[in-house]
Structure formats: C-alpha cells, structure tokens
C-alpha cells in the first residue's frame, strides 16, 4: 500500500514538520485541523462555537482536496482545552455531521497549539 502526503491548497498550512493529510489506499488520515486561517497567519480566535466551525471548515475543505467529504468520515478525535465546552462542541459538530455519525472519542488538552479551544483530527474513506 502506497503512502500519498496531501497539500490541500483551501486548507490552513501546517504549523509544523507534518502534512495536512496522507492517503494510503482507500483512507485518508487528516492532521489536527483548529481555527487557522488559510493564509497561514495564524489562530482566528473565538468563541468555542466559532473556533469549532472554522475547525470544521478547515477540516471539510483538506477532506475536499483528498478527494472525499464529511459524509465519509468513520472517525474523529477532538480535543477541547476545556470540557466545559462540551455541549457547546457538541452542538456545532452536529451541524457538520447530521447523520450516521462517525466513531468520535473527545478529550480535554492539557494546552492545545497557540491556544487554541477546539482541533479535530479524522479518518475517512474515499468512496469509489
């Protein structure tokens, strides 16, 4: 099985020596994607609720450029730097993801990168 490094050109560049995703045969693996702007500047801080959504967005649109979506997502791993904002997550991920929902395991960081609220890794597959 061949190993593919994605450069999602509508993606947030990686912060560091990693790639935004690989592919190795029918899944896609996608980095931790956080509220980072697309230019590379950095952390567009805000509300959990806002930080979640351009979490997503960014997560979407790496998905986009690999070549599957969300609907296709089997699993997520989400970290909040506070549980507190549980419910509050947990609301706008349903926005994202409306129907047989994907394996999610959420977990609180100690600190995530520049102080982010919410990242969110995924595995999904790409359809035939």
Do not use: W
Not at 94 to 112: H, M, N, V, W, Y
């Amino acid at each position: 099985m061949e190993k593919k490094c994605i450069v999602s050109p509508n993606g947030p560049p990686a912060l560091g020596p990693y790639s935004q995703a690989c592919r190795a045969g029918n899944l896609v693996f996608v980095s931790g994607q956080g509220p980072f702007a697309k230019d590379g500047s950095g952390r567009v801080p805000g509300t959990i609720e806002e930080e979640t959504r351009h979490a997503l967005n960014n997560l979407k649109a790496v998905l986009t450029d690999a070549g599957t979506d969300l609907a296709h997502v089997v699993k997520t791993t989400c970290f909040l730097s506070d549980m507190n904002n549980f419910a509050a997550f947990s609301a706008v991920y349903k926005e994202f993801f409306t129907s047989d929902f994907p394996a999610r395991t959420t977990i609180q960081a100690g600190r995530l990168p520049l102080d982010i609220l919410v990242e969110v890794e995924a595995i999904a597959v790409i359809p035939d």
